[in-house]
């Protein structure tokens, strides 16, 4: 099984934290779209290592992805009466453009 480097590990981390600070959301909420055991940040990482492992970057890409997309519709589908979640949607896809842009500069075949 494939695993990500510690500086791999260390980018996503990072990500991570930015993603759910631009997005108004919280390990907790990451915790659940993972179905994780602990919103503990090693717990989290180690869910989406597994993704990683059994289906590369671009899996990994797709399942953060699908994540943001579930949160954008809830956070549009939220109970009448509540205000919307402050979300910066453009900072956020933004940050998973970029990631999938790395992710399939990774993938290409280096030029020779």
Not at 6 to 15: C, S, V, W
Not at 35 to 62: C, F, N
Not at 75 to 90: F, M
Not at 100 to 109: S, Y
């Amino acid at each position: 099984m494939a695993s990500l480097t510690t500086e791999q590990l260390d980018d996503l981390q990072t990500f991570l934290k930015d993603w759910l600070r631009h997005s108004g959301r919280s390990q907790s909420d990451l915790r659940r779209a993972l179905k994780a055991g602990s919103i503990r940040m090693p717990v989290l990482l180690e869910a989406l290592q597994t993704t990683y492992g059994e289906r590369g970057l671009a899996g990994l890409a797709d399942q953060l992805c699908g994540i943001e997309e579930r949160w954008q519709q809830e956070d549009a589908d939220g109970p009448a009466g509540t205000p919307p979640r402050p979300i910066a949607l453009e900072d956020s896809l933004g940050q998973l453009d970029l990631l999938l842009q790395e992710i399939r500069g990774d993938a290409e075949p280096p030029q020779a």
